[in-house]
DNA sequence: AAAAAAC
């Protein structure tokens, strides 16, 4: 099966061709030529699976013919983050680049007066999350009755999120006769009960079990105890006894991802952060230095959790364990990605015993339980930092994680709104996402930008420790069951 | 419990 036999235009598979994918996916494969046909669509379908290019790529087809009017866009894309709509739009110029579709993005946090000139002129694709598109609805900038294909993305977040309401109102101001693609990850009752109101005999389509992770995904648990501050020492050791190409780091709280941040970057690594107290133009910033490499550690709340999709994502690190078992999936499962390997790693407290014990009810899998082995040294008084550092014969060979690379981030780029809501440039996203690492060979001593080897190190482990403020329990009473089933105790 | 989304 090539892309080639799902009817798509010679124009949309040379696009298709020249960004490297040969074989569709299981999605893409059925959603596809049903898309082209007119149906509506139901796919139950992680991120991840190619779902975004299963219509996508139709799409362009059809709105390959026919012109859009002032204000009434042809086509309507929700999505429930500002960073997936933004996602979306990347897509449709990579795969339209060889028809003239016009496109907006409304999303909040940046600037009205680019996406009403754009609704002005008249675009195909409108690509939205729900606050934005009802204000500028609101202001009587858009009329939907021109709008014959509306998808709903990511509909099960939109739920947790509370836009059904206002999904249910774009709906009805959409036109009768249309098409509508409703795309979601597992599909409760409230979800079903849209389906039934707004869609017309939908294909349903289902490709991987829902809530199931990839087995490209390599899994660990890493008991630790619950205060800040041995939670970073660990995690910094783990950082170091690892490849990490580039690393995503969930966080639980906002508050947490900031702190963390601050004391990886104190320590040299080249990180960054997201959650949605950042300005938008900030966290577009964010993570188009990710993507270019210039950072490799990105620091996240689960803003970032679903449905981002960044090349090159070695590992993933849950400093908190996630509250809710589906957000685990969605979590670990920004690496891994496209066929390749990942590794993610849970830190647990004794708190987390409930947590983990739901995740792997969901998955149906027992995630390996990472043995207290010398990496942990964390739990070892560690005030006279640099003369016990962690295993350093595992660190070394030229992969010191992070030397810092850049200077500390001014304020500087909240202020530039030049980044908004422009899409990526086509440029950038198809480089092999990460600047080849040096993996080289013997840590050579260079010189210059190299973090200073021992004060650096011990100055920002001393603030680390004064920054300490939670006092969460420590891991010592006896091991919850769970864990000891996993072991054997 | 938190996070996300409109000014």
Known sequence: MTFADLGLSDELLAAVNDSGYTEPTPIQ??????????????????????????????????????????????????????????????????????????????????????????????V????????????????????????????????DRMLDMGFIPDIEEICTKLPKQRQTLLFSATMPAPIKKLAD?????????????PAS?????????????????????RLRQLLEQEEVQSAIIFCNRKTTVRELNKTLR??????????????????????????DGTINILVASDVAARGLDVKGVSHVFNFDAPWHPD???????????????????TLITSEDAENIANIEKLTGQTIELLGDGPASTAAAPSDDTDSAPAPRARRGRGERAAPRARAPRTTAPVEETRVQAAP????????????????????TRDTQDRAPPSTQRSEALRRDREEETATAGDWNGPLPDFLNAIIGG
């Open 124 to 155: 195909d694709v409108l690509i939205a999350t729900p606050g934005r598109l009802m204000d500028l609805f609101g202001r009587g900038k858009i009329l939907l009755t021109g709008c014959s294909l509306l998808v709903i993305d990511e509909a």
């Open 29 to 122: 494969a059925s959603a596809i030529p049903s898309v082209l046909m007119m149906r509506d669509i139901i796919g139950v379908a992680q991120t991840g699976t190619g779902k975004t290019a299963s219509f996508v790529l139709p799409m362009i087809d059809i709105l390959a013919h026919g012109r859009s009017r002032a204000r009434m866009p042809r086509s309507l894309i929700l999505e429930p983050t500002r960073e997936l709509a933004a996602q979306v739009a990347e897509n449709f110029e990579k795969y339209g680049k060889n028809h003239k579709l016009s496109m907006a993005l409304l999303i909040g946090g940046v600037s009205m007066g680019d996406q009403m000139a754009a609704l002005e002129k008249g």
């Open 327 to 345: 957000d685990y999936v969605h979590r670990i499962g920004r690496t891994g990605r496209a066929g390749a390997t990942g590794v993610a790693y």
């Open 266 to 291: 104190q320590h040299g690594y080249k990180s960054g952060e997201i959650h949605g107290d950042m300005e938008q133009p900030q966290r577009i910033a964010e993570l188009d230095l990710f993507k």
């Open 213 to 233: 992770t990839s087995l490209n995904i390599k899994q660990y648990l890493v008991p630790v105890s619950g205060s800040a501050f041995k939670k970073r020492d």
């Open 197 to 209: 109101k707004f869609l017309d005999n939908p294909k349903m389509i289902e490709v991987s079990r």
């Open 424 to 443: 990526a440039e086509e440029a950038v996203r198809d480089e092999p996402a990460r600047a080849p690492r040096s993996r080289d060979r013997a840590p």
